[in-house]
């Protein structure tokens, strides 16, 4: 059975710093593209991070260099570090896993960030 487990998300103070975490099952970690979205109140979901393999990592515009995304195979987990968080990152966090050479697609149920003072 597949599953994308997030954890890590919560309340925190403008400008500052969580550590989002997908835990996967179920199938060949490895070979799998993985990505994080997010979807805030009203608004339609968003790629926030790609990363294929470690040297291969794509970034929203909106990110500007505050959030970096990573994978350890060995642990079948992704990580996104998200640093200087500003009110506008508020949104539920969404892992996705995709293959690259097959039909599979993957989503984690999310877990919510909230940006406030």
């Known amino acids: 059975q597949v599953q994308l487990v997030e954890s890590g998300g919560g309340l925190v103070q403008p400008g500052g710093s969580l550590r989002l975490s997908c835990a996967a099952s179920g199938f060949t970690f490895s070979s799998y593209a993985m990505g994080w979205y997010r979807q805030a109140p009203g608004k339609r979901r968003e790629l926030v991070a790609t990363?294929?393999?470690?040297?291969?990592?794509n970034y929203a515009g909106f990110v500007q260099g505050r959030f970096t995304i990573s994978r350890d195979n060995a642990k079948n987990t992704m990580y996104l570090q998200m640093n200087s968080l500003k009110p506008e990152d508020t949104a539920v966090y969404y892992c996705?896993?995709?293959?690259?050479?097959?039909?599979?697609?993957?989503w984690g149920q999310g877990t919510q960030v909230t940006v406030s003072s």
């Open positions: 996705n896993a995709w293959s690259t050479i097959g039909p599979g697609n993957y």
């Open positions: 990363i294929a393999s470690p040297g291969n990592r």
